[in-house]
């Protein structure tokens, strides 16, 4: 098996066969899996180190390499000597940097003091999480989820309630299953629009009807944005902050840097969220991580307020990869899918195989060399009638035509 199959958990440490079974990490962390993405996109990674030829649709990372002015902002910053720490929550300058852009971008008001820089999109939910969850407080998280999501609500002793979602309804929540999940101990839901792994984007009708039901109890919405720029065939992104001042006071956005300016090594998020819930991700994040690094910082300012051409023809590109791949997997045996309207992944319905999904995974990379996701990472254990793999398309088209080619081959056998 190339993939440890997280439904065993985690390896117990022995010391010796005499001794008993004794484990050195905590019991949150030993419930905890690790990424299997990352652990996916680094045994491929391992795989081409060693001479293999191979295709890797595992990665979440845009395959452009971060505009030249936005390095060499950082470049001069450096040079200039930015090299201590900022103040907790960002550099102020950056601060008003993202709420300028949050108000011409997504009609949404914040002051500095609301807006907080975190080390990466994923440590501004982390982050959230912390700050707004008391232990044995339950989470709603649509599934297929980001792989994160479950293990960082853990993380903050708080329960994640998976909710599954289907096809049928395009991979999103409906307030009707949202409201069947809930109970006196929810204290957020995550929404994450445009999604990953389903490419799946919220439309403003359904958002307003998930708000509504949020708004109704007090539920924390944590509005997970990171793939805004990433919307095809003319699809709308809406921010649900933006729906109403209820709604607003209720939310924490979460963006970032990494996939609209190809930044993701920088690890530079945000958050912007009520001046109660912000105070608190900026206590978190004095005591953890002191701010983010400043001169990467100095690189986000000049991301954010330079031109912006770049994520136009990234988008364009991402786009020719996308309607190439739906094309070519609507032909392939066995699989099916839906068209993601956003971000860079497929969900490919690998049921008709009758392969588990980490087998279809396993055996796809071992005798293909093709590096997919297994469902597994995605919580395809709460879909019990469905097997799924992630595909990312933030490859070149040549990679994703010959993986394309094996994927077919590969499925011609089941
Ligand atoms: C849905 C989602 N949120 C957040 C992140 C994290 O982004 P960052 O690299 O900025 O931490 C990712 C990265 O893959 C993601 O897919």
Redesign the pocket.
């Given at each position: 098996m190339l993939y440890a199959d997280p439904k065993k958990g985690p390896q117990q440490n022995h010391i010796s066969p005499l001794s008993p079974p004794m484990s050195l990490v905590s019991e949150t962390l030993a419930k905890l899996a690790p990424s299997m993405t990352l652990a996916i996109t680094q045994r491929a990674s391992e795989m081409k180190a060693a001479g293999e030829d191979v295709c890797n649709f595992g990665g979440?990372e845009p395959d452009f390499d971060t505009p030249e002015h936005i390095k060499a902002a950082a470049v001069a910053a450096l040079e200039q000597g930015a090299t201590k720490y900022t103040a907790a929550a960002g550099l102020p300058a950056l601060r008003e940097a993202i709420a300028a852009k949050l108000m011409v971008d997504n009609n949404l008001e914040y002051s500095i003091g609301e807006i907080s820089v975190n080390c990466?999109?994923?440590?501004?939910?982390f982050n959230a999480l912390m700050a707004v969850c008391s232990p044995g407080d339950e989470v709603i998280i649509p599934a297929p989820y980001?792989t994160?999501y479950p293990e960082m609500a853990r993380l903050a002793g708080a329960v994640p309630v998976i909710v599954p979602t289907s096809e049928e309804t395009g991979w999103k929540i409906t307030p009707e299953l949202f409201e069947e999940h809930m109970s006196p101990r929810t204290k957020m839901i995550i929404i994450?629009s445009p999604?990953?792994p389903t490419g799946a984007v919220y439309s403003r009708e359904e958002l307003a009807a998930i708000g509504e039901v949020a708004a109704g109890e007090d539920i924390v919405i944590l509005s997970?944005e990171?793939?805004e720029k990433l919307v095809y065939d003319g699809t709308e992104h809406v921010s649900i902050a933006s729906l109403s001042d209820e709604l607003k006071n209720l939310t924490v956005t979460?963006n970032?840097?990494?996939?609209a300016y190809s930044m993701?090594g920088w690890?530079?998020?945000y958050t912007a969220a009520n001046p109660e819930i912000a105070e608190a991700i900026s206590t978190v994040q004095s005591h953890t991580t002191s701010a983010p690094t400043t001169f990467a910082q100095y690189g986000a300012l000049v991301a954010i307020q330079g031109d912006q051409g770049f994520i136009d023809e990234m988008r364009e590109e991402y786009d020719l990869r996308r309607r190439y791949t739906l094309n070519r997997l609507r032909q392939i045996k066995n699989l099916s899918v839906i068209e993601p309207k956003g971000a860079f992944y497929f969900l490919v319905n690998v049921s008709s195989t009758q392969l588990s999904a980490l087998n279809f995974a396993d055996k796809l990379l071992s005798r293909y060399k093709v590096a997919v996701v297994p469902g597994e990472a995605f919580g395809d254990a709460f879909m019990p009638d469905i097997e799924t793999i992630r595909i990312s398309y933030a490859t070149s088209l040549d990679i994703l035509k010959e993986g394309l080619d094996r994927i077919e081959d590969f499925c011609r056998s089941y």
């Open positions: 979440g990466g999109a994923k440590h501004s939910c980001w994160s994450n999604g990953n997970d990171i793939y979460v970032g840097f990494s996939k993701t690890r530079l998020g």
